[in-house]
């Protein structure tokens, strides 16, 4: 495949969960994060945003969010439930990137905050409009949504190498 191929990264922030007495790791979601989890499925398939394959972090907020947010979708990718997402660092985060197929064109990360925010602002190099105002202005709400494309391979994604095409909030104003 040619290294001038579109690509596109679309970052998912869980939806809202609740703090019940368990680890952090299998906190379920929260009343709000069901219902905003098929709102951000929505905003996607109206989008025109159909990932081929979607990593998603192990946790249980992550694995209920995406299993709300598949059905909306006009056809579901390839699931990959990947252990590295949960408490992922910047870098760790860009090298999973980095090992996606290129025959991918379309990758979405299904993960938590502080690591999609920080994803999304260091690979965004430049932005459409004003989402990456909008973006940073909002801290990267629950169930939130960034749409990156970048040009070439996978391998080659880096700081600053994508355009923050749109960020998406349930809650925005």
């Known amino acids: 495949m040619s290294v001038d191929v579109p690509r596109r990264i679309v970052l998912l922030r869980h939806a809202k969960a609740d703090w019940p007495q368990v680890s952090d790791h299998d906190r379920p979601l929260a009343d709000r994060g069901r219902k905003d989890a098929p709102v951000a499925g929505r ?16 946790a249980v907020r992550t694995r209920e ?15 990959v439930y990947e252990e590295r997402l ?3 660092s910047l870098g760790e985060l860009i090298a999973l990137v980095n090992e ?3 025959e991918i064109r379309n990758l979405m990360i299904v993960g938590h905050n502080p690591g999609v925010h920080a994803l999304a602002d260091a690979l965004a190099g430049d932005a459409e409009g004003d989402s990456l105002a909008r973006m940073n202005r909002s801290g990267y709400p629950t169930s939130s949504i960034a749409v990156l494309s970048v040009t070439g391979d996978w391998k080659s994604v880096e700081h600053g190498v994508a355009t923050l095409a749109a960020f998406w909030s349930p809650h925005q104003a």
Do not use: H, M, N
């Not at 969010?65 to 699931?79: D, F, G, M, S, Y």
């Open 43 to 58: 905003w996607l398939a109206g989008a025109g945003i159909s990932p081929e394959l979607t990593l998603c972090s192990t």
């Open 65 to 79: 969010t995406w299993k709300l947010v598949a059905p909306e979708l006009p056809q579901r990718p390839r699931t």
């Open 86 to 88: 949960y408490e992922a």
């Open 100 to 102: 996606v197929d290129d």
